[in-house]
């Protein structure tokens, strides 16, 4: 789809914005499926099995069969799904892991938890996903896995990644907690590695009513062990043959996720479409050089967990307090990078140490794109931050105005597909 081209500048004109936009609204998804929802649950009920029961077993099933992996084996939070990854690849004391700075607190903490030692990747400015050449760099003798992270919705570089990870001889945990169908060159994430790990909390795009997580792996003998390690290294009942956690999935869970799976393709398909009709938005502003908006990624699928925009001239936390004002919701991932955090301290990292990630850290700012969001919510979100800047608008035609709204049913070529009530828990990981 090409848009006509607008020649000038205008000044802005006076708008109506909406009172409020969330972050989040899980209500909205709620109310179009709360029936099913709410038989499902009553069916686990009725069953009395409530872990590991049948709805796990079918939800395994059918998520290997959606991300076309051979084995899916859930368990109790995407943290854990980390945790167990690392397990079953048998990192021990003193090992290194190398894993990205820029990333929720779960990826490095399951490191650490196992007395290894996690080794922090800058980032690349642009995709802010770990950067290969340094992953390279920070290589050793030491190092016995890699954990890229699918950050935001968006695949890491597996192209780069996977070749330094075989000529080291280390095995790959995916952290793909924000990215479920996401892909790369066709094949989801979850499968590009040994093991991938994802998350069902209920910002995630596919959310339970609770903590939940699940892993993949193409590999027979990794899941064989994290289907023990799960259940305390527990078969047969009773008969430990070695130590692991206590880390299954509810029932419920299972069952709410069932009802949410078969809908988990179109509401992705809505982000990208939120994500195309943003795009088209703040071009409509003069906005260059002051927000830098995300990109698509052309060799992979981008599911758009968040769309997160950066934010020029140490402007961003004012920006940040001028929407919340108008009632616009948004979040900061992540305004302390991990290699700074107070409890990594022994480690011995200092500030300039990932100058991208630290960057990022203090530029970052992430709008609203959960499905359900309109175009309204949209145009108030950009018009919002334009009145912030004091962004000119871009003069159009009739016909580029109406492209805008063209998007909801024709979405630009580049993000079709390849191959709380109202706002979420505090903790949005």
């Not at 339970?208 to 527990?234: E, P, S």
């Not at 004012?318 to 992540?334: M, Q, S």
């Not at 800047?389 to 105005?401: D, E, K």
Request: hydrophobic share 40%.
């Amino acid at each position: 789809m090409t848009l006509p081209t607008a020649p000038e500048t205008v000044a802005s004109v006076p708008q109506e914005w909406l009172p409020s936009v969330p972050l989040l609204a899980l209500d909205r998804q709620y109310a179009a499926i709360k029936h099913e929802i709410r038989t499902a649950i009553e069916r686990v009920c009725d069953s009395g099995r409530f872990v590991l029961g049948p709805d796990v077993t079918e939800l395994e099933a059918e998520l290997a069969r959606a991300l076309h992996v051979p084995h899916v084996i859930s368990c109790a939070s995407g943290s854990d799904a980390l945790l167990l990854a690392l397990m079953a690849l048998d990192i021990q004391p003193g090992d290194e892991v190398i894993v990205p700075s820029y990333t929720f607190f779960a990826t490095a903490s399951a490191v650490t938890r196992l007395g290894a030692v996690p080794i922090f990747a800058d980032i690349d400015p642009l995709t802010y996903l770990i950067d290969p050449a340094d992953v390279e760099r920070k290589l050793s003798k030491r190092t016995k896995a890699l954990i890229p992270v699918h950050l935001f919705g968006r695949t890491a570089d597996m192209d780069a990644v996977m070749p330094i990870a075989k000529a080291a001889g280390v095995p790959v945990v995916e952290d793909a907690a924000q990215s479920i169908l996401s892909t790369w060159h066709g094949d989801c994430s979850g499968g590009l590695g040994d093991v991938g790990c994802f998350s069902f909390y209920p910002t995630k795009n596919l959310g339970g009513a609770g903590d939940g997580g699940f892993l993949t792996t193409t590999r027979d003998d990794v899941a064989a062990q994290l289907k023990l390690l799960r259940v305390h290294g527990m078969e047969p009942r009773y008969y430990h043959s070695l130590v692991g956690i206590n880390s299954r999935l509810d029932s419920i869970q299972a069952a709410v996720l069932r009802v949410k799976l078969p809908y988990l393709d179109q509401w992705t398909t809505a982000r990208q479409v939120n994500a195309g009709r943003y795009m088209e938005l703040f071009a409509e502003y003069d906005l260059d050089g002051r927000i830098v908006v995300p990109g698509d990624e052309p060799r992979g699928r981008h599911v758009w967990n968040q769309f997160v925009v950066r934010v020029a001239d140490g402007r961003r936390d004012a920006l940040r307090a001028h929407l919340a004002a108008h009632g616009v919701g948004t979040e900061i991932y992540y305004p302390v990078p991990l290699h700074l955090q107070k409890c990594f301290s022994f480690l011995g990292w200092q500030k300039g140490d990932l100058p991208e990630t630290e960057r990022a850290a203090e530029e970052t700012l992430a709008l609203p794109i959960f499905p359900e969001l309109t175009a309204d919510e949209q145009r108030t979100v950009v018009g919002r931050i334009a009145e912030f800047l004091r962004a000119p608008q871009v003069a159009r035609t009739p016909a580029h105005a109406a492209s805008i709204d063209s998007a909801i049913t024709d979405p630009p070529h580049v993000l079709r597909r390849s191959g709380a009530v109202g706002r979420a828990d505090e903790v949005r990981c």
